[in-house]
């Protein structure tokens, strides 16, 4: 069965800092990775996918996530944060397969300081 | 497009009620999917369709809850009776078949039974 582990429930940085969000995944095939954006009282919106091409993916507003075999990750990072990057992020990972759903891990919720 | 619509956006009943949620999809996207949301337990995915067919529905925490889609336009996801524990916010989600895992997610249905 495949699962997503995301590292931190709970994030905080300033405004300008480098953003992290972490995620580890595992699957007994090689999987596709998603990173999802959830704004308050909204449904989630695609940030960004990997698919077995590039192992750098860059999504929208700035965000870019590595796809590291080795360590079975697919973090999530921005060099600077915005306060407008405020909201939860879920990493997600599905199979090639079928109706390809989504796993989701239990989000992490970004908060930006001014 | 207008994107997944779900109705209603907030629901307040009373334990034993009958909820009925709503999701008119994406024209043309083949798959659909409900999701819940809750604090404890993050997303989970209760049941898809593919072209108007139930396929899993494995997920769907016990009789109380049904779905059903009589068109590719509608679909619905009951409880009957409903309980407090049930209480959270509920997600359409709808994609094409060609595309590689990428959901287009409707607002959410919040559910609320006292």
Known sequence: ?????????????SEGALVLLR??????????????????NQGLQLLLKYTSAATLVK????????????????????????????????????????AQKLV???????TINP | ???????????VTEMGQEVTLRCKPISGHDYLFWYRQTMMRG????????NNVPIDDSGMPEDRFSAKMPNASFSTLKIQPSEPR??????????QRA????????????????
């Open chain 1, 1 to 13: 069965a495949q699962s997503v582990t995301q590292l931190g429930s709970h994030v905080s940085v």
């Open chain 2, 1 to 11: 497009d207008a994107g997944v619509i779900q109705s209603p956006r907030h629901e």
């Open chain 1, 104 to 110: 989701f891990g239990q989000g992490t919720r970004l």
């Open chain 1, 59 to 98: 999504g929208i507003n700035g965000f870019e996530a590595e796809f590291k075999k080795s360590e079975t990750s697919f973090h999530l990072t921005k060099p600077s944060a915005h306060m407008s990057d405020a909201a939860e992020y879920f990493c997600a990972v599905s199979d090639l397969q079928g």
């Open chain 2, 86 to 95: 049930d209480s959270a916010v509920y997600f359409c989600a709808t994609r």
């Open chain 2, 43 to 50: 997303l989970e995915l209760l049941i898809y369709f593919n």
């Open chain 1, 23 to 40: 995620c580890n995944y595992s699957s007994s095939v090689p999987p596709y990775l998603f990173w999802y954006v959830q704004y308050p």
């Open chain 2, 99 to 114: 595309t590689t895992g990428e959901l287009f997610f409707g607002e959410g249905s919040r559910l609320t039974v006292l």
